[in-house]
């Protein structure tokens, strides 16, 4: 039996109200994060990696301008 595109989505209701567009979920996902319980430490533990994160991002800015500015200087740029 070979199945065509149209046998397959017979039984499927059609979707409407969308214009094409993938649905917004009913639930956010903060909402749906939120209903588990959160400890003390899972709230420590998630403030030490925004802590490490954001250092990190500041420490490879600061990276990336010291290398550019050694370049331009090496290259005779001056300043």
């Not at 065509?4 to 649905?23: F, S, T, Y």
């Not at 994060?33 to 925004?50: G, M």
């Given at each position: 039996?070979?199945?065509?595109?149209?046998?397959?989505?017979?039984?499927?209701?059609a979707?409407?109200?969308?214009?094409g567009?993938?649905?917004?979920?009913?639930?956010?996902?903060?909402?749906?994060?939120?209903?588990?319980?959160?400890?003390?430490?899972?709230?420590?533990?998630?403030?030490?990696?925004?802590?490490?994160?954001?250092?990190?991002?500041?420490?490879?800015?600061?990276?990336?301008?010291?290398?550019?500015?050694?370049?331009k200087?090496?290259?005779?740029g001056?300043?």
């Amino acid at each position: 039996m070979k199945t065509e595109l149209e046998d397959l989505i017979k039984g499927v209701p059609a979707q409407d109200g969308n214009g094409g567009r993938l649905k917004v979920p009913s639930v956010s996902a903060s909402a749906a994060k939120a209903a588990e319980p959160v400890t003390a430490l899972d709230k420590t533990t998630a403030s030490a990696k925004r802590l490490v994160d954001d250092e990190a991002l500041a420490r490879s800015e600061k990276t990336a301008r010291l290398r550019s500015a050694r370049e331009k200087r090496e290259m005779g740029g001056g300043d």
